[in-house]
């Protein structure tokens, strides 16, 4: 984005240093997709379209227990044969806390399980360090100098850590790498535990808002090129008769990167490969949250395949008969009585507000998830839960496909 700064001053360059610029390597994510599109003859977002994994967000109000989900969620898949890669987009680190030291690049922790953390920090350094070796042929001397410094300062601008975090999600999604065990050939899901509602919603928005950011800047590029080259033909016409003005090489950037996006625009919103799991508490902030999380998603086109109500407190155990009759109600019985009323009418709620999709109710564990050992309650229940999934089209014969 960092690119635009310098459309103006890149049209007055000469032939010359456009060459630097051409010859300049793509970056290791471009390189990845140019290949990964272009060997089979198909236009990008199309290449291996059967073996694209499914990919499921999870998302929710901090402190509802994404993580938790997402990786009972990742090994109850991984246990059924299926394999999976657990990303975390999360700052918090909570995945690298429940299995133990975690990167930014996959390690396997179980069979057909392989995770990995995003750190924004990281990212952030791959990401400017991606824009300065592009700027680099475009300037010169002290001007190269004051750049450079402006760019370093742009580490700590709004937006700069989300654009890096997004583009090294793009990457994972358009190019995701390959499982770490020789059984599988690629990925059959790809689950990412995100940071707060808030949070995964702006990153979800991004191919949509960017993509018209992209379509902007093209637009303005195209007119200024076509300005230039009216200008050159009048002062070269009789010098240089016939010859063509060289090839833009921030164009080919832009092009490149609207082609990315629309791309990653085409696979999230693909009903049947992306979906949103909401996580919730049965309690009124997070239910209001929820709610209004999944009209947002659904307003940029993206689908919610689900609801998660956790730590739902258990029913009180029954009185058998031959008991000793029950002691007064203490205080502290009083207090859970009421919770669990409460926590029963906004589970309600939750019911009602997603009586379309499929929901699965968790009970508060005695003792919350801390490793792989105490996620094993959680992975029993995650075991039979699949996410919703839009009928398939009415077959030939007339007949309606049963939905899901």
């Not at 989300?162 to 990457?171: G, K």
């Not at 921030?250 to 049947?272: F, M, N, P, W």
């Amino acid at each position: 984005m960092l690119l635009s700064r310098f459309w103006k001053r890149a049209a007055s360059r000469k032939g010359k240093d456009t060459a630097v610029w051409a010859g300049t390597q793509p970056s290791a994510v471009h390189e990845t997709y140019e290949t990964h599109t272009h060997q089979s003859g198909q236009a990008p977002g199309q290449a291996g379209k059967s073996e694209h994994p499914e990919i499921w967000f999870f998302g929710g109000k901090g402190g509802v227990g994404k993580t938790s989900c997402a990786a009972a969620q990742a090994l109850a898949l991984a246990e059924k044969g299926e394999a999976t890669l657990l990303v975390s987009t999360d700052p918090a680190h909570n995945l690298g806390d429940l299995f133990g030291a975690v990167g930014g690049k996959p390690c396997n922790i179980a069979p057909r399980l392989d995770v990995m953390e995003l750190d924004p920090e990281r990212e952030c350094d791959r990401y400017l360090e991606a824009v300065r070796q592009r700027i680099a042929p475009l300037v010169s001397g002290e001007r190269s100098a004051t750049v450079m410094r402006q760019l370093e300062l742009s580490r700590h601008a709004p937006g700069t850590s989300e654009a890096a975090l997004f583009d090294a999600l793009v990457e994972i999604i358009l190019t995701p790498p390959a499982p770490l065990e020789d059984e599988d050939s690629h990925y059959r899901h790809i689950l990412f535990d995100t940071a707060p509602s808030g949070h995964t919603i702006r990153l979800l928005s991004l191919p949509e808002v960017l993509g018209g950011w992209l379509e902007g800047m093209l637009g303005q590029r195209r007119r200024a090129i076509a300005e230039r080259s009216l200008w050159l033909d009048s002062q070269q016409a009789s010098e240089t008769p016939g010859e063509e003005a060289p090839e833009d090489p921030i164009s080919a950037a832009l092009e490149q990167r609207r082609t990315r996006y629309a791309a990653l625009r085409q696979r999230l919103s693909d009903t049947r490969r992306a979906r949103v799991i909401l996580v919730s508490t049965p309690e009124k902030l997070p239910c209001l949250e929820t709610t209004r999380t999944r009209e947002a998603l659904e307003a940029h086109g993206l689908a919610v395949g689900g609801l998660i109500i956790n730590q739902c407190l258990p029913e009180p155990a029954a009185q058998g008969a031959g008991s000793p009759p029950s002691t007064p109600r203490e205080p502290q019985a009083d207090w859970v009585a009421t919770w669990r009323e409460q926590q029963q009418h906004w589970a309600a709620r939750l019911e009602e507000a997603f009586a379309d999709r499929p929901r699965l109710r968790l009970l508060r564990q005695p003792q919350l998830p801390e490793d792989r050992a105490s996620l094993a309650p959680l992975v029993a229940q995650f075991a039979a839960f699949r996410p919703w999934s839009p009928a398939p089209a009415a077959s030939s014969c007339g007949c309606a496909a049963p939905a899901r």
